[in-house]
């Protein structure tokens, strides 16, 4: 998974790659010959995105059905129902989504890849920080005004998107614009990879917390009552944690690793990442 | 991370692993000279030690302190508070470090390994039990009864002991006892190092759930006055996935992985693993 320091000589059955003469590629060191394996790949990618899409769509259905739909500043009650709906988009698709771009769109040049990969990131914070505005604003504007960031789910979602955002904006400098000596490239890949995947378990861990948080404050005795809000509720949570395994299988299983394109390779102008 | 059906070449610090053979090792196909570097491993380690010891004490600590300690039938309402304190040493303690013996006990001859692996799983199963008994008495004898299993934290839980369970008995089945064909182990070994850590992983949030679950219900509006309890419960939930992730580093990080042993080859005698 993180063995991107090494060389790899590997049977596989398609897509034979070029020989990789390292660089900002995520820091194959020598010379390896690496091959793709792509079988299955297709079919797990299509479960990400049904079992990713249903998740939305329950929340959504859960937020507008269950919990009175949405308004903003003039109803802190109602806002807060942007909290769920877009940290799920933001921190959960969309996260899910851009971690997975290096695997989905591995024909792109590996430029345009960098920039789609940031942006979709860029919109999932973009996402999100209205969600945390929303929650706030639900606890600060609410008649009594109730306390922020006493709960574990708030802990972990505020460490979560500060490590979030700190990530985006690491990745930034270091592999697009300014974009760091190729060497340091090299040295940040698997950490900037390590700690996605890190923040993304924990973006997930947050929202089951806030979902189980939420059914036992709105519910009460219901929730007991395996009232349809509250089983609607855990489903929605598993959703969840399928979604994440399957995504973190995809970018983990070394088989489905992007490999070096020739055209990455332009070592003389150094624009090849 | 997964890519155990390959051959790796790779320059390393230390340990020069001998050639490996393939058979039931994990898979490798064809010839490998893989090295170990085992750069930073012993500090993370005992960082993982230290945090995991720290988290069981301060269950014992907030069981004890703050929950009134331990009782079994006779008090309901204190045998409840051994669900926490065995999970946490079962599930979490326990099963990180039992992931983690393949790292931590490279030296051992692989038969010992593997039998020391299934023990201390099984002792994680073991204790996991009666804590899962503890928290069923402490709804079923409570007067009146409680409803059971309609948590997100219940639903999470009992599908990761459900599945921690057969993968113990899988494990077995093909590792161990009566131990399979190779080829059959080595295809099911990526299966059983992903699902190990996928479980691992729900271990680690069904616990965090069951900490948010618990504070609101005992804490009540307490929590948002910050009390020292609700700050204790917090921190555990945070340093279950700080060990979480520590142990997740040290068991995908491959050049700690241990390479084959010359005394793991024995190819006539089928013993070798």
Same mark, same amino acid.
């Given at each position: 998974m993180?063995?991107?320091?090494?060389?790899?000589?590997?049977?596989?059955?398609?897509?034979?790659?070029?020989?990789?003469s390292g660089g900002g590629t995520g820091g194959q060191q020598g010379t390896s010959m690496s091959l793709e394996d792509l079988r299955?790949?297709?079919?797990?990618?299509?479960c990400a995105q049904v079992v990713g899409g249903i998740l939305v769509l329950l929340v959504a259905i859960w937020?507008?059905?269950?919990?009175?739909?949405?308004?903003?500043?003039?109803?802190? =009650? /109602?806002?807060?129902?942007?909290?769920?709906? +877009?940290?799920?988009?933001?921190?959960? !698709?969309?996260?899910?989504?851009?971690i997975l771009m290096y695997r989905t769109l591995r024909n792109m040049r590996k430029r345009s890849l960098k920039i789609t990969h940031a942006s979709v990131l860029f919109a999932a914070f973009a996402l999100s920080s209205i969600g945390i505005i929303a929650a706030f604003d639900s606890h600060?504007?609410?008649?009594?005004?109730?306390?922020?960031?006493?709960?574990l789910h708030s802990w972990f979602g505020i460490i979560t998107f500060t490590g979030f955002t700190l990530q985006w904006v690491g990745g930034l400098v270091t592999f697009?614009?300014?974009?760091?000596?190729?060497?340091?490239?090299?040295?940040?890949?698997?950490?900037?990879?390590?700690?996605?995947?890190?923040l993304f378990i924990m973006a997930?861990?947050?929202?089951?917390? =806030? /979902?189980?948080?939420?059914?036992?404050?709105? +519910?009460?005795?219901?929730?007991?009552? !395996?009232?349809?809000?509250?089983?609607?509720?855990?489903?929605i949570g598993l959703l969840i944690f399928l979604f994440a395994f399957i995504v973190i299988y995809l970018v983990t299983h070394l088989p489905y690793k992007r490999q070096p394109r020739p055209e990455d390779e332009n070592l003389l102008t150094g624009l090849s990442d």
């Open positions: 993180y063995e991107l320091g090494s060389a790899r000589i590997r049977k596989g059955k398609k897509h034979v790659a070029q020989e990789d299955g790949f297709r079919i797990l990618l299509t937020t507008i059905s269950y919990r009175g739909g949405f308004a903003w500043r003039s109803n802190p =009650g /109602l806002e807060f129902n942007w909290h769920p709906l +877009l940290m799920t988009i933001g921190m959960i !698709y969309l996260y899910g989504n851009g600060n504007l609410a008649d009594p005004p109730k306390p922020n960031l006493y709960t697009l614009y300014p974009g760091l000596a190729s060497h340091i490239r090299a040295a940040a890949l698997p950490v900037h990879m390590y700690f996605g995947l890190v997930c861990t947050s929202a089951v917390l =806030g /979902l189980a948080e939420k059914a036992i404050w709105t +519910l009460g005795a219901q929730y007991a009552s !395996y009232v349809n809000e509250g089983l609607l509720m855990n489903q």
